[in-house]
């Protein structure tokens, strides 16, 4: 009880400081800038995975989320990504309560600290299991797919680094409809303008259809982890114990000290 008080408080403290932090510094502006000079670092794997402590209580230690895609897997996303990710979040730019006190420069660092994170997160292996849709419309994703995303989001979904536009393969089913509800309606501040046009006439049918085609294609060989691999950088780490987001209300996050 005493220990859930704790980080209750800690957790409450963060965020007061954070959200007066971001109101008076750090806008879409301040957060595209710094994003990229992130990008252009030599980043530090050794610190970045000393920085990912911090994130494994959410995106757990193999960095694959959860299966209900509450928390997206980041686990082999392209650096570029993370880091414009990582920016928006803490601007505000993309809505995130859960993280952002986590984004805060007090907690996380600044750019140099970005791309150790992010170098970090790109390195680790796959989920072999993800979430997928239904599947039974894959015909008409593919088709979609082909027509409507490929050009920005590639072929086999691998992103495109210049442009920070997301490696999608592997990914939840259910994440991916999430975001790309939140893409559509304009929650998501941070979209890609063009991204939000060309969805806008898609009906329920082809959301579903082709974002469970998207689920379903598979990372390369080289970047999916075999079956039951573990991180081995986080041996002491309870897997059963990652919070689901019920649970992550009543129990603040851990400090992800563990590992
Ligand atoms: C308290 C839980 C929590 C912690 C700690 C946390 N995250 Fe997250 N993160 C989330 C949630 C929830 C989302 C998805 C939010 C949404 O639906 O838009 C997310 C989304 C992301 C995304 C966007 C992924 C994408 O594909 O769009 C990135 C990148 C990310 N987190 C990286 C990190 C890193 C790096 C750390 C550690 C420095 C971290 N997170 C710590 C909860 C957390
Ligand atoms: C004109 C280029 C473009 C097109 C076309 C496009 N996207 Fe995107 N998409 C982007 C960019 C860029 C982002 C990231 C924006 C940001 O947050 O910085 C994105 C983000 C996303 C995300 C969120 C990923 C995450 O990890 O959070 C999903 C899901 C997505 N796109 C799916 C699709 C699908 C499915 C299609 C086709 C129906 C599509 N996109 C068409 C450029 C595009």
Redesign the pocket.
Known sequence: MYFKFGNMALVLALLFSATAWSQQNYGPQAAMEEAKLAISLTPDLEQGRE?????????GPEGW?SSN??????AG?LPS???K??AD?RARN???P??F???MPS??GGAQ??AN??AY?AALPMTPVNDFGPGHDLELGERLYKHECAECHGDQGQGDAKDHV?L?YG?HYS?LK??FT?IRYGK?RNADEKMVKQIQRFTGREVSAVLDYVSRLRPPAGKMAPKEWRNPDFPAFSRRNL?T?ML?HEQ??RT?SEG
Not at 51 to 59: D, G, N, R, S, T
Not at 69 to 74: A, D, F, K, L, S
Request: proline share 12%; net charge positive; glycine share 6%.
């Open positions: 920085l990912y402590k911090i994130c494994v209580v959410c995106h989320g895609g509450y928390y997206p897997q980041v996303q990504v993370t880091i990710q990582l979040i993309r809505d995130n859960t993280m006190p986590f984004s907690v996380l600290e970005m994170v992010a997160i997301p999608v990914q994440y999430r975001q939140w998501r919070p987001p992550l603040p996050a992800g």
